[in-house]
C-alpha cells in the first residue's frame, strides 16, 4: 500500500494550492480518504474527508468555505483544493484511508508521507 501526497509548498495569504495523493496497492473505492494535517507542536487534526463515491464530504469548521476535497476513483487520486489560505493553515498535510468512516487518526489503516505547506503573512 502506497499514499502518495504532492503539491505543497510556500504561499502568500489568500493564496491557493492544489494537494494530490496518488494510493495504491489497495481497492481505492472501498475506502473513504481523508485529508489531515499537523502544525508543529499541535496534534494531527482530520482537515476533510470523502465517501467513497464523493458523494459526501466533511470539513472542519475551520477549512469550510476554502478547502474542497474530491476524489477520482478511476485514477485512484483525492485531491485537496485550498483557497484563501491563511497563516494558520500552516503545518504538514497527510492523505489517510480508512475502511469506515472517521476523524480520529486511530481510525484510518493507511496513510502518505505528507506534503509541507506553508503560508507566509
Known amino acids: 500500500v502506497q499514499l502518495q501526497a504532492s503539491g505543497g509548498g510556500l504561499v502568500q495569504a489568500g493564496g491557493s494550492l492544489r494537494l494530490s495523493c496518488a494510493a495504491s496497492?489497495?481497492?481505492?473505492?472501498?475506502?473513504?480518504m481523508g485529508w489531515f494535517r499537523q502544525a508543529p507542536g499541535k496534534e494531527r487534526e482530520l482537515v476533510s474527508a470523502?465517501?467513497?463515491?464523493?458523494?459526501?464530504?466533511y470539513s472542519a469548521d475551520s477549512v469550510k468555505g476554502r478547502f474542497t476535497i474530491s476524489r477520482d476513483n478511476a485514477k485512484n487520486m483525492v485531491y485537496l483544493q485550498m483557497n484563501i489560505l491563511k497563516p494558520e493553515d500552516t503545518a504538514v498535510y497527510y492523505c489517510?484511508?480508512?475502511?469506515?468512516?472517521?476523524?480520529?487518526?486511530?481510525?484510518?489503516?493507511?496513510w502518505g508521507q505528507g506534503t509541507q505547506v506553508t503560508v507566509s503573512s
Open positions: 496497492g489497495y481497492t481505492f473505492s472501498m475506502y473513504i
Open positions: 470523502i465517501s467513497r463515491s464523493g458523494g459526501r464530504t
Open positions: 489517510a484511508a480508512a475502511r469506515a468512516y472517521g476523524t480520529l487518526t486511530g481510525e484510518y489503516d493507511y
